[in-house]
């Protein structure tokens, strides 16, 4: 029930975020954080299907099963919830260094699907139940991002938690970013600091 077809088309995306964006979340037509037009792909991928979760997600959320903070991260979810976002790309056509879907040889996994799965599989899920057991479904799960990933971490993955009978983690907790000249620092941006200079700067504590 969560898988739909692949007869849909993706379009926009940003290499930089690795994600598809929606026209609404382009600021004077470029990605917010790579301040760069996305690209215009055409290509038939597998969708996941998050409006048969959203719902459940919500009264989640607010009930206090799935706890998310600060307080405004968690009106921002709220607030992307009731915008009904569309279902989402599981699976890229055009990408060849992805992981192939079992089921369909021609697709990879889409990157976001794969990092999110390995919150799961690195603790043993389909491996080692023992220790899953332990480090997931008898523990409490914290999640801790940056808060453009957001709507990953707080709608998609427990969307596809959800539609697998797992529990979803306790607490997400977003926060905000290292900035140079009031923009985020990133890899994909250039605008990094190596860490081994601020170490030797400032010691590793300080660091």
């Keep these: ?117 390995n919150y799961i599989s690195g603790i043993g899920y389909g491996d080692d139940q023992a220790s899953f057991t332990k480090w997931w479904d008898e523990a409490e799960v914290v999640h801790l991002m940056a808060k453009d990933i957001l709507k990953f971490h707080c709608f998609y993955w427990p969307a596809m938690l959800m539609a697998a009978g797992i529990k979803l983690p306790n607490v997400m907790f977003l926060h905000g970013f290292f900035t140079v000249d009031g923009e985020k620092m990133s890899k994909s941006l250039g605008n990094m600091i190596d860490p081994n200079d601020m170490v030797a700067k400032f010691g590793p504590d300080g660091t």
Excluded: M
């Design 1 to 117: 029930q969560a898988l739909v077809d692949n007869s849909r088309l993706a379009e926009l995306y940003c290499t930089g975020c690795e994600t598809f964006l929606t026209e609404k979340e382009l600021i004077d037509g470029q990605c917010p954080y790579h301040t760069r037009p996305p690209e215009r792909l055409r290509e038939k991928n597998y969708f996941f299907r998050l409006t048969a979760f959203a719902k459940r997600i919500k009264q989640q959320i607010e009930s206090g099963e799935l706890v998310i903070l600060p307080e405004e991260r968690r009106n921002e979810v709220l607030g992307l919830i009731d915008q009904e976002l569309p279902d989402f790309s599981l699976s890229r056509e055009r990408v060849k260094w992805g992981i192939p879907l079992s089921f369909d040889k021609s697709q990879v996994a889409y990157v976001w699907v794969d990092a999110l799965s």
